[in-house]
């Protein structure tokens, strides 16, 4: 059997995401025993068209059997697709609708699909994540993604959506790299506006924005200014073990949104399609796991969350409580958004809440009496999910910086 060759584009080497796109590619064509070949395009659509149309162009027997790539601009290059389609390479277009997908797949033999991550959804989470680490409401200085970019507006379109009204938003632009958000909060800070400005939350659409961020607030010579910018939570998305990851792990980030890389599943599919005859879908999408920060986790509660005894706590647990809790509810409300509110109804009237690690605390009973720094540093996934014909619950402990295997109660 013929050994595919694939020839994946990519926007940046200077993005986490993309790096990890990358690295999933390659473990996808090793599984499946495919060659391939990773450019990137410094943000340049044109420079990425001009690398795709080049592989298409060359003879037949040095070509692609096809093209995986990520667009730079707000386009996934029509043109570029149709030469492809008309020499018979496959195509996969990742994280982007492209109207076009659907015309070409009657025209050619070869797969022509989209993977993309539901961008809409890892707004809303984020939104969720605003609203539970701002429950008094305020203002978030959010870093979006390039103005053409799809994914950065449907990020948009998603936070906006679940954020409550009490926050409001002061966006800024970006290049998905850490050095354009230095750029763009460095020149942010120079603007008479900015010193006015009352700031609660750093928001980034990407985890190396949100770093980003964070080395612009570090270079302010004022040390109280720095300090008071610095204090405030910083959140991103993408999740990456290396680097979102790691840096909740060590409280750089507040919270983060995982997103899994979708490059190795593109060319699964065209394996699967080329190999098998595996018709692939117009478009597959893949859903983020929400992540959020609240209390460190040491290894006794790591082993807590495994034990007979939670699984007691999750079925004996008055759920009512909730209902009269706006921390608990903020907490649950973005654990498990989909079940949460048939349970337990409409909000109750807003009152005065607890702050979190205060006296009268009900998120954890013995939160008052840890150090106020271990506040952030804990990774829920799903950790609760509600179930209503029991009125009970089922711990999966599905967080990935605990990297716990699944139990049910």
Not at 207 to 222: Q, T, V, W
């Amino acid at each position: 059997m013929k050994k595919l060759r694939f020839l994946v584009s990519l926007t940046t080497n200077d993005n986490d995401y993309q790096i990890e796109q990358a690295h999933s590619a390659e473990l996808a064509a090793g599984k499946v025993g495919a060659e391939i070949q990773i450019v990137y395009a410094d943000n340049d659509a044109i420079t990425q068209s001009t690398q795709i149309l080049k592989a298409i162009q060359v003879d037949q027997n040095q070509r692609p059997d096809a093209v995986v790539f990520e667009p730079v601009g707000g386009t996934a290059l029509p043109q570029v697709a149709r030469a492809a389609a008309s020499a018979g390479i496959g195509w996969a277009v990742l994280n982007r609708d492209a109207n076009y997908i659907l015309e070409l797949r009657k025209l050619s033999s070869a797969p022509f699909f989209g993977v993309s991550s539901d961008h809409l959804e890892i707004g809303r989470i984020q939104g969720r994540q605003f609203a539970a680490l701002l429950p008094h409401g305020g203002t978030i200085l959010y870093i979006q993604g390039p103005a053409e970019n799809p994914a950065a507006k449907e990020r948009t379109v998603g936070m906006q959506e679940t954020k409550p009204s009490n926050i409001h938003v002061t966006a800024l632009r970006a290049q998905w790299t850490e050095e354009s958000a230095q750029r763009s909060v460095r020149s942010w800070l120079k603007l008479t506006t900015s010193q006015k400005a009352a700031v609660d939350l750093i928001g980034a659409q990407d985890d190396s924005m949100a770093i980003g961020a964070r080395k612009a607030f570090e270079e302010l010579a004022n040390e109280s200014e720095r300090e008071r910018w610095l204090k405030l939570p910083f959140t991103g998305c993408d999740g990456l073990p290396k680097t979102g990851e790691a840096w909740v792990r060590t409280g750089l980030l507040a919270a983060t949104v995982f997103v899994p890389p979708n490059a190795g599943q593109a060319i699964e599919m065209l394996v699967d399609a080329m190999q098998n005859g595996k018709e692939a879908p117009q478009r597959a999408q893949l859903q983020p796991a929400n992540a959020i920060t609240f209390l460190d986790v040491s290894p006794l509660l790591s082993r807590f969350l495994l034990s007979p005894i939670c699984a007691f706590f999750c079925r004996t647990f008055p759920w009512a409580l909730l209902r009269r809790n706006s921390h608990l509810r903020q907490l649950c409300v973005l654990c498990f958004p989909s079940s949460l509110p048939d349970i337990l109804g409409p909000s109750p009237p807003r009152r005065a809440a607890a702050r979190f690690g205060g006296s009268h605390s009900c998120i954890f009973p013995f939160a008052s009496r840890l150090p106020q720094e271990s506040i952030r540093k804990t990774i829920f996934n799903d950790c609760l999910t509600l179930t209503s014909s029991y009125n009970a619950a089922e711990t999966l402990v599905l967080a990935p910086l605990l990297r716990l295997p699944r139990r049910s109660a």
